[in-house]
């Protein structure tokens, strides 16, 4: 069965740019079809999809952060990273990676996660 475990920063200062990576074992990230996405939680709010990385490289963003946010991939590691640039205190949420099955921006169609890490922007 996959798993995915996030890592990265608990705290970034505003301006800064924010990198998480999600490591995936149980299962390849080059395995077609599958995409693996980054989604959010602020505080008090609802599941945010942010973007995807899939199976063959390319990716898709949610358009209102498509000018800060890119996300790689390491094949050697299994790994693929959010990085979200410029970030200010509503970036602040538990950010979660997450497997679809297809080339999907609905986060109920996600249907293996990670745990979550809290990230918190403050100066």
């Known amino acids: 069965q996959v798993q995915l475990q996030e890592s990265g920063p608990g705290l970034v200062k505003p301006s800064q740019t924010l990198s998480l990576t999600c490591t995936v074992s149980?299962?390849?990230?080059?395995?077609?079809?599958?995409?693996w996405g980054w989604i959010r939680q602020p505080p008090g709010k609802g599941l945010e999809w942010m973007g995807r990385?899939?199976?063959?490289?390319?990716?898709r963003y949610r358009p209102s952060l498509k000018s800060r946010l890119s996300i790689t991939r390491d094949l050697s590691k299994n790994q693929f990273t959010l990085h979200l640039s410029s970030v200010t205190p509503e970036d602040t949420a538990v950010y979660y990676c997450?497997?679809?099955?297809?080339?999907?921006?609905?986060?109920?169609?996600?249907?293996?996660w990670g745990q979550g890490t809290q990230v918190t922007v403050s100066s």
């Open positions: 997450a497997r679809a099955d297809k080339d999907t921006t609905v986060v109920a169609e996600y249907d293996f």
């Open positions: 149980g299962g390849s990230i080059t395995t077609a079809y599958y995409s």
């Open positions: 990385i899939g199976y063959s490289g390319t990716t």
